[in-house]
């Protein structure tokens, strides 16, 4: 098994990953201590904001669910992601791109 490294010119996150989850074979989402999610096309190597969290979270894990992956194998239609995340005060919220659930 081989890793790959790609060292980006200019760092998108300016603060200590914290967590990571795959989505996919192409997709990988990153959070750090500067409170940025951010959501990695592996294969053109760009990355975009998915959303900002609150100063007062410290994330320490998340996972992201795809809404375009449906169940029991069927596909639905539309490419959202929902961020279930996990701070260090124990608190477990749901994230979307433009608003925040408990």
């Given at each position: ?23 996919g074979l192409d997709e990988l989402f990153s959070c750090s201590d500067d409170h940025l999610v951010l959501k ?63």
């Amino acid at each position: 098994m081989k890793f790959k490294i790609a060292v980006t010119k200019h760092p998108d996150q300016t603060e200590v990953m914290s967590c990571v989850d795959w989505n996919g074979l192409d997709e990988l989402f990153s959070c750090s201590d500067d409170h940025l999610v951010l959501k990695w096309n592996l294969v053109n190597k760009d990355s975009i904001k998915f959303c900002e969290l609150p100063s007062e979270v410290s994330p320490i894990d998340f996972h992201v669910y795809s809404k375009s992956q449906g169940t029991l194998g069927v596909k639905k239609s539309g490419t959202g992601h929902d961020l279930l995340l996990t701070s260090a005060d124990v608190e477990s919220t749901i994230h979307t791109k433009n608003q925040q659930e408990d």
